[in-house]
């Protein structure tokens, strides 16, 4: 079997997936794949010895040997903590804090590879912009370097160091995949550039589900989001289109950062937070309400965004509202969800995804679902990081 180091920007006890263990996952049926997570920073680890996730890492930061965590077929390695870096501004101090972060997470990779005879690898950086060098501090060959870049960087903390380290994180690369076309255009004059979509767990969302009564009692008409709330989400639309329709009901679904999200719309009667849920939860949160949504803001931003959550409606054959956020992303799919072109085309687009009970329909969403799996996307990731001769960067989008 091939080997896989894939260092991640996810956690291995996050509550919800991602796109990194969802290939990873796939990966681990035909390759032996080590994760190696994004570390706790010393602040991170004081603020969460109230969880067992903080204790976790605290026992990887004293202990001598490589800590290892399964997620099924997966092997996660947790590294120790590092210092806390992002605050400083870029400079020899900087660069020293970083260069000995990256020596502080090598060093416990390479224990692990030499205990386990691991003496040639692929590696892949998936969207771990933090540590761009981590790949020259590893023994061992490694066949073929990737970075693999799920989401455009965009928040003013990531912004600060994240947009210097990811070009170094592409220049370290042989080749770059990228999730959606605005990502791989962007990467294309640099290094042999390539698109391979989110996509979705088709089996998990499409078992048969139960109501949640306690998202089915708020309401007869009820439209939801699941996801992170935060910066993306048009606020100001999702006001003005429930005010207006007081027997709608918007549920919104998971992690809040709540600098974002305005004031009024936590006092509104028909909208409801309803906090996090875990990956096993979700189907059936989303099987409880009428109608589903993507109330993303139609800016540069978020035409390089690939939502998971667009595949994991479909695969429930719920109707989808979406802003028209990513046109690249929504035209092929403009017959099977409902797109609102601007803000005043909203309202429509609920009023008609609410109305729509037709089975076809809902059929042609999950079979549209069901051709983008996991299983699809990752056969067509290894194909790229197991090519012998040189990748020719992809001109059709």
Known sequence: MKKI?????????????????????????????????HPYTWTELVRGLTKRKGWVRLAATFSSS?????????????PPAVAPINFLSFGKKYRRVSAWNHQIVANR??????????????????????????????????????????????????????????????NNSDLVISTAPQLQK??????????????VNYKHFNSPQKYVPSVRSLGKKIIGYFGAIERRIDYDMLIVTFK????????MAGPVEEKYVPEEIWTMDNVHFIGR???????????SVDATI?????????????????????????????????PDL???????????KDGGDVEEAIEKALHDKDVEKQLERKTFASMNTWEHRAKKFLNYLNKKEDVQTEKNY
């Open 330 to 340: 929504l035209v092929p799919v403009a017959d099977k969800v409902y797109i609102a």
């Open 109 to 170: 990779v390479n224990k692990w590879l030499k205990q386990n005879n691991w003496d040639s690898y692929s590696y892949i950086n998936s969207y771990n912009y933090h540590y761009p060098n981590l790949c020259d501090h590893l023994k061992g060959e490694q066949m073929k370097r990737v970075y693999h870049c799920v989401d455009p960087i965009v928040k003013p903390y990531t912004m600060k160091h994240g947009i210097r380290n990811q070009e170094e994180s592409v």
């Open 294 to 326: 993507i109330p993303f803001k139609v800016d540069e931003a978020a035409k390089s965004i690939y939502p998971l959550k667009l595949y994991e409606y479909m695969s429930t054959g719920k109707p989808i509202v979406c802003t028209s956020f990513n």
């Open 5 to 37: 180091v894939m260092l991640s920007l996810a956690r291995y006890d996050d509550v919800n997936t991602s796109t990194t263990f969802e290939l990873a996952r796939e990966f681990s049926n035909s390759n032996e794949v080590l994760i190696v997570e």
């Open 66 to 78: 490589p800590m290892l965590k399964s997620k099924g077929k997966i092997n996660v390695l947790v």
């Open 277 to 287: 849920y875990s990956y096993d939860e979700l189907p059936a949160l989303i099987y």
């Open 244 to 251: 207006a329709n007081p027997d709608w009901t918007l549920v």
């Open 186 to 199: 962007e990467w294309q004059e640099k290094k042999p550039s390539f698109m391979i979509p989110n996509a």
